[in-house]
């Protein structure tokens, strides 16, 4: 596709259950970022990946969240036991190498209700 | 961790009317991103800037990148009714991208 694709557009989960976030980047994108955006607030880095490299993951808030990006392309953001603080919209965005002046392209987000 | 406070929250004027929001920061950045974010979607970049001083504009677009690298401006010149949204700055600190430090936000209406 021509932009970043995000599924599903909305989830909404039980508290405890296990989520799985899907992240298509733009087509020969090497870096991939994930966001979280709680609401009426801006987005909070979470990880980076360079093609299937996992450099960054400072921004992870607990060993609950796990990304991957195994052929590096394609990207699954993991939440286990899904907690009512993990509601919020979240965000991917890919650009196309890893450098300093490279424009970020974000998905439209998958917005995670936890009940 | 680095905290970026944009101001103002939130602004109603009238289409026609000139645009200031601005973004300050308790520590510097290197670079200095303006985004825009419509309801459903994913933030749109804007303007980027790079050096401290630096003023860049995109269209009815102007933003500066101030001297002291702890804040930034962005001017939306005659707006129009598609101007509604939520502009953000971001700060990068270090050479990656992609991994930057948002604001909480302006939300813009206009008035036709």
């Known amino acids: 596709g021509a932009g970043v694709s995000q599924s599903p557009r909305y989830k909404v989960a039980k508290r405890g259950q296990d989520v799985a976030l899907r992240c298509d980047p733009i087509?020969?994108?090497?870096?991939l970022f994930w966001y979280q955006q709680a609401l009426g607030q801006g987005p909070e880095f979470l990880t980076y990946?360079?093609?299937?490299?996992?450099?960054?993951k400072s921004g992870l808030p607990s060993d609950r969240f796990f990304a991957e990006r195994p052929e590096g392309s394609v990207s699954t953001l993991k939440i286990q036991r899904t907690q009512q603080e993990d509601s919020a919209v979240y965000l991917c965005?890919?650009?196309?190498?890893?450098?300093?002046?490279?424009?970020?392209?974000f998905g439209s987000g998958t917005q995670l209700s936890v009940l | 961790g680095q905290q970026l406070n944009q101001s103002p929250q939130s602004m109603f004027i009238q289409e026609g009317e000139d645009v200031s929001m601005n973004c300050t920061s308790s520590?510097?950045?290197?670079?200095w991103l303006w985004y825009k974010q419509d309801p459903g979607e994913g933030p749109v970049l804007l303007i980027a800037?790079?050096?401290?001083?630096e003023l860049t504009s995109n269209g009815r677009l102007t933003a500066q990148f101030g001297i002291t690298r702890k804040d930034s401006f962005l001017n939306i010149s005659a707006s129009i009714p598609s101007d509604v949204g939520i502009y953000f700055c971001?700060?990068?600190?270090?050479?990656?991208?992609?991994?930057?430090?948002f604001g909480d936000g302006t939300t813009l209406t206009v008035k036709p």
């Open positions: 520590s510097i950045f290197n670079t």
């Open positions: 800037l790079y050096k401290a001083g």
């Open positions: 971001a700060g990068q600190l270090g050479t990656n991208a992609g991994k930057s430090t």
């Open positions: 087509s020969g994108h090497v870096s």
């Open positions: 965005a890919s650009s196309l190498v890893a450098g300093s002046n490279e424009k970020l392209f």
């Open positions: 990946f360079q093609n299937e490299a996992q450099l960054d």
